[in-house]
Structure formats: C-alpha cells, structure tokens
C-alpha cells in the first residue's frame, strides 16, 4: 500500500513569491493535516481537512491556506512568502478523523522549503 | 494553549547505554503518541498510551504514561545506532489535533 506523497520534495522561492504544495493521502484515508517543522518551533500545525472541508486550523496567518479534494488529495498554499516561512512542511493523513481519540497519523517525507 | 515540554533536547550516547527522554504538560491529554523521526523522512508511529500509568513495551522500548495523563517517558535500553533519529511526543489536545513536543535528538554513536 503506498504512503503518504508529496510533492515536491524540495523548492526554493523568493521573498514575495507564491508556492503550493501537494499532498496524496493513503487510499481510503479521507483525513489530511499539514504541519510546519522547523529546529526551533518543532511541528507546528496549519490545518486539516475532512471530507474537502477545513475542520481545524493552527495559529498561523491567512497567507497560509489549503483545500482537499473530493479524492482526498489536498494542497497547501503559502502567498507572499517571507524568510521565516522557510520549513519542512509535512503532511500526514489518517483513516477516518472522527472516532472519539485522534488516532495515527501517517507522514509524507514532506516539502522542504527555502525562502531566500 | 496546550504545550508538551520535551526533555532533553539533545542526547549524544554510546551504543549500550540507557537513556530516557521525558515530555511534560501542565494539561491532560486524553492519549499521548511517540513518533521516531530520520533524517530526509517524516515521522512515523512508535506506540500510543492511553491510559494513565500505562507501560508499554516496543523490544528494548518503554513507554510510560502519567498516571495524571500530563506527562510521558520513553526510556530505551542498550540503544543502538539505529536508535538514532528525533523523538518526538505528541498529545491528544481534542478535536482531532495533536499538539507536538520540539523532539529530542538522539545520537548514539557506535
């Protein structure tokens, strides 16, 4: 069974610039969160998603956004980068998202990226 | 704002020895999960503890669960090179969210 994909696996953009990341759960996980890690914050979550809707979001600026799709696969948008938004971005999905405890979540190998 | 509080940050170790590594909330967490992360890799599921003074067992693994369900260990025996990567504690804040600790980072040199 394949895991958690995403793409790309490394980018470099520039102050002010756009970026979009892509995310493509496991079959049948219908769940998907993103984190933000970096050395000194740890994970961080964004937010994630259930069914192409948003059900909870981190402390982290509208510039960052996300959607899912009705196949499951979500994308995360950061608008007018700035140097701090330069991180591992993770994304992790899990099988259903609504049993009383949050249960395993499964990793992508993340985006790494570089804001200069 | 539920924070876990990882301790230490960094553990440089010789292959045989033992080691624990603690994660600290002043908050209650319903489950508590301990990922292993590598480098170029995301994190991946080591156990989850539930109860409170719950022990868990993963081979030369232990993780142990408050009995206040605020704060966990891991402790590791005899680690071994492999064992090398960044630990990383993580609680059921509700709502489907998990709040993550900074990690540990364990080097245990051969």
């Known amino acids: 069974k394949a895991g958690v994909t995403q793409t790309p696996r490394y980018l470099i953009k520039t102050r002010g610039q756009q970026v979009t990341l892509s995310c493509s759960p496991i079959?049948?996980?219908?769940?998907v969160s993103w984190y933000q890690q970096t050395p000194g914050q740890g994970l961080q979550f964004l937010f994630e998603?259930?069914?192409?809707?948003?059900?909870n979001k981190g402390n982290f600026p509208g510039r960052f956004s996300g959607r899912q799709f009705s196949n499951s696969r979500s994308e995360m948008n950061v608008s007018t980068l700035e140097l701090g938004d330069s991180a591992l971005y993770l994304c992790?999905?899990?099988?259903?998202?609504?049993?009383?405890?949050?249960?395993?979540?499964?990793f992508g190998e993340g985006s790494r990226l570089t804001v200069l | 704002t539920q924070l876990l509080e990882q301790s230490p940050q960094f553990l440089s170790i010789q292959e045989g020895e033992n080691l624990t590594v603690y994660c600290n909330s002043s908050?209650?967490?319903?489950?508590l999960q301990w990922y292993r992360q590598e480098p170029g890799e995301g994190p991946v599921l080591l156990v989850t503890?539930?109860?409170?003074?719950e022990v868990k067992k993963l081979k030369r693994l232990t993780f142990q669960f408050g009995d206040a369900r605020k704060d966990s260990s891991l402790h590791i025996t005899a680690a071994q090179p492999g064992d090398t990567g960044l630990y990383l504690c993580?609680?059921?804040?509700?709502?489907?969210?998990?709040?993550f600790g900074a990690g540990t980072i364990l080097r245990v040199k051969s």
């Open positions: 908050s209650v967490f319903s489950s």
């Open positions: 992790a999905s899990r099988v259903t998202g609504t049993g009383l405890r949050t249960g395993e979540l499964f």
């Open positions: 993580a609680g059921d804040a509700g709502g489907n969210k998990l709040v």
């Open positions: 998603y259930f069914s192409e809707t948003q059900r």
């Open positions: 503890v539930v109860t409170g003074g």
């Open positions: 079959s049948g996980h219908r769940s």
